[in-house]
């Protein structure tokens, strides 16, 4: 069996043997879990060495941000997501269940932070990266470490989530952009394709917990015979999300090649008429294309 980690490590497992060998540049981290992993499988490893590889950073950027200016990325997921949407241009190595949480440092990351904000001048710092950034578990602590440096650089702390854990999103947090794309459960299975665990109930529940205090991003698209574009589809979408207590939507669609799906754009006619029917429903309304 051969498997590689989403640090990139190769695991090789020769089934005469038994004999496990990991190889290849990653995270130190990453490697010493799949050691602790294969040991509680019963497998037999001996570790030779785990080579100190560099580790990947947690900020990135500053890139142009249609919405944000220039945005100072900060990688929080690392590759993690629990959905596999369509129309995911980064193509996330690995969809997990949304009880399957992280940590991240927040003191390493608040060093990478001072260092990067030393050579630039962002708009905006943004939690998002590789993945889904509410499954850090200790989002709070982290927040709660990076805010002052940003504050301090007058740019703003914004976040972008697939909504799964929005609602443990920290008040210090200048801006909550969540994702909602669709208002009925077989269309969300089709166009987000989530772990088996998460539900669109779930989303919403999350969402109603924090509904004034977000920007809901909604993306339309065609998935082959499949769409979220319909009149029918949005006016229900439109209902739910003021109903909620939303009240700021970001509508837009595919702009760049999805990495695995099949998603495409919808066009112009379909956007104007998306902004018409969510407008009806006394929602603010803008449109990125
Ligand atoms: S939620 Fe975002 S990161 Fe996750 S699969 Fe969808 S587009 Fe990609």
Redesign the pocket.
């Known amino acids: 069996m051969v498997a590689v980690s989403p640090a990139g490590q190769q695991v090789e497992v020769d089934r005469d043997s038994g004999e496990l060998r990991i190889t290849g540049r990653g995270e130190d981290s990453a490697a010493r879990t799949l050691v602790k992993l294969a040991r509680k499988l019963g497998v037999e490893v001996e570790v030779e060495s785990l080579e100190s590889a560099p580790r990947r950073p947690l900020v990135y950027g500053p890139v142009p941000s249609r919405r944000l200016g220039q945005s100072l990325g900060i990688d929080l997921p690392r590759g993690v997501?629990t959905?596999?949407?369509e129309?995911?241009s980064?193509g996330?190595p690995r969809r997990v269940s949304p009880e399957e949480r992280f940590e991240i440092d927040p003191t390493t990351l608040a060093e990478e932070l001072r260092t990067a904000l030393g050579d630039c001048r962002p708009d905006a710092v943004t939690l998002a990266g590789?993945?889904?950034p509410t499954l850090c578990a200790n989002l709070e602590e982290v927040v709660e470490e990076i805010a002052p440096l940003v504050e301090r650089a007058g740019a703003e702390l914004v976040i972008l989530t697939?909504s799964t854990w929005v609602s443990e999103c920290p008040a210090e947090l200048d801006r909550i952009i969540a994702?909602l794309d669709c208002a009925r459960e077989d269309l969300y299975r089709r166009i987000?394709r989530p772990h088996p665990d998460l539900s669109l109930d779930h989303l919403v529940e999350q969402l109603e917990a924090v509904s004034e205090d977000v920007t809901v991003e909604v993306l339309l698209c065609r998935v082959g015979d499949v769409t979220n574009a319909g009149p029918d589809h949005l006016r229900e979408l439109a209902g739910l999300l003021s109903g909620l207590g939303v009240r700021e939507v970001q509508l837009n669609t595919v702009s760049r090649p999805p990495a695995r799906g099949r998603a495409e754009a919808v066009g112009e006619g379909g956007l104007a008429r998306a902004r018409r029917i969510l407008r009806d429903e006394g929602l603010r309304v803008e449109v990125y294309r």
Do not use: A
Request: net charge negative; proline share 0%; glycine share 8%.
């Open positions: 997501c959905q596999d949407c129309y995911c980064v996330v590789v993945g889904e697939n994702s987000n």
